[in-house]
């Protein structure tokens, strides 16, 4: 129906080129050349990246509302790392994050019907269901059955084995490292924590995840660059289908790299309100779609809260936060924000969670309008499902070992870079003992 409709031309706005020629040249440690991604079809570039990355960088695990109380805890399998996390909120309030094994005899502590499923609630300790083992909620272990036929064993040392963690504006971080090269707060660097957004405010949750055969970075360029929606998309939506799309939407308009961390901003396309009736009729009746609720919530205000917008573009419509390694915090002009997570399984499989933050919903129209949302975008990132796999597959064949990135893909190229960057550090240190 929509199909012959033409954006009228005073919709289309202008986006800005970079300053001096491109965004890429003005980052110097990234060249122009054509880049090799062998980094995500080598098993053996996976297993030295598990050491040098997702052992050595914060990782976050999940958010402060998940642990309401003192005593909710909720697990966290880590695939990647053949690991689980107990992640609690102890009795001085105190959140803490432990390894899932009971000292006695290995058993993973917490888990409900299935061992390899994870699982959340809240407690007053931790007891192993093999032979009864107790841990409190500090980690210490209280309580060995038949204790006095163990040799006069010291309970003080068979403690839940602790992992590094902390807390950035209620996002639960941890480190595996013996000990973090840098603190959270350092290692997130002043564009991350420049950001202060009323993340608390935003309660409503809906989550889904998928388990795909791709190399997890394959997944994360996916959403790290902003043109391929026309193409890759284009059915799903008429309004991608004009050929002035392009010109309304998509582009990145500004791109800042920090330290391991980068981010890109867009218009966003909350296009309701730029042409509603390109929209499929359902959109245009929940004011709702892709770009989630079209009408603001109540945190939106005349004034952007800090850190984001960090280009001061006119036209802002949608930050995306790429965390180094494997987060993504994506933040919308409606006063929404979406969390991405790509978990490594193997060096070609990976687990791709997604979290959609709103404020709770006033009404039925404002719920629906939600879960619109979200079940569009998921849509969406079912179709790049699909492609990931066939991208991986296409480059496990090697027949082409080198590949040509655009300015729009500078979010891409960095990411590449800095995990390159991070594995060949990890090496020079191990060689140097
Ligand atoms: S393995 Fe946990 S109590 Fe035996
Ligand atoms: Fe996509």
Not at 343 to 352: I, K, S
Request: proline letters at 6%.
């Amino acid at each position: 129906m929509t199909e012959n409709l033409k954006i009228p031309k005073q919709a289309a706005r202008q986006y800005p080129k970079p300053p001096e020629g491109s965004w890429t040249e003005h980052y110097p440690e990234l060249d122009t050349e054509p880049v090799s991604y062998e980094n995500s079809i080598s098993p053996e570039f996976f297993e030295l990246e598990r050491e040098a990355v997702f052992k050595r960088a914060w990782l976050n695990v999940g958010r402060v509302e998940q642990l309401k109380r003192k005593g909710s805890y909720f697990t966290k399998d880590i695939p990647g790392l053949k690991t689980s996390l107990i992640v609690v909120r102890g009795k001085d309030d105190k959140v803490r994050a432990f390894h899932n094994v009971c000292r006695h005899r290995g058993n993973k502590l917490v888990w409900t019907d299935y061992p390899a499923e994870e699982v959340s609630g809240t407690c007053r300790q931790f007891a192993c269901k093999y032979h009864g083992w107790t841990y409190d909620l500090e980690g210490t272990l209280t309580f060995i059955l038949q204790e006095g036929e163990f040799f006069g064993i010291d309970k003080s040392k068979y403690g839940l084995v602790q992992v590094h963690c902390d807390v950035w504006k209620g996002f639960i971080f941890v480190n595996f490292a013996a000990e973090p090269e840098q603190s959270l707060h350092d290692f997130l660097g002043p564009m991350i924590t420049a950001i202060d957004y009323p993340f608390e405010k935003l309660t409503q949750r809906y989550y889904y995840r998928g388990d795909i055969n791709s190399n997890w970075k394959i997944f994360h360029d996916a959403f790290q660059e902003f043109y391929h929606p026309p193409i890759l998309h284009g059915h799903q939506n008429p309004v991608m289908r004009q050929t002035d799309y392009q010109d309304l939407g998509f582009y990145t308009s500004y791109f800042q790299a920090e330290g391991p961390h980068r981010v890109g901003s867009t218009s966003g396309g909350a296009g309701g309100k730029l042409v509603p009736e390109f929209y499929n009729p359902i959109e245009q009746v929940m004011r709702s779609g892709l770009f989630g609720p079209w009408d603001p919530s109540e945190i939106v205000t005349d004034q952007l809260p800090p850190g984001l917008n960090p280009g001061n573009k006119k036209n802002w419509g949608l930050d995306s936060f790429q965390i180094f390694p494997n987060f993504a915090i994506v933040f919308w002009e409606t006063g929404w924000y979406l969390t991405y997570h790509y978990w490594p399984v193997t060096h070609n499989r990976l687990l791709f969670e997604a979290n959609a933050y709103f404020t709770p919903p006033r009404n039925v129209r404002e719920r629906l309008a939600q879960q619109l949302g979200i079940a569009t975008i998921k849509e969406y990132a079912l179709e790049d499902c699909g492609t990931l796999e066939a991208t991986q597959m296409g480059l496990e064949s090697r027949v082409v070992t080198q590949f040509p990135l655009g300015d729009q893909e500078f979010m891409c190229r960095h990411a590449n870079k800095v995990i390159n960057t991070w594995v060949a550090d990890y090496q020079q240190k191990q060689a140097k003992g």
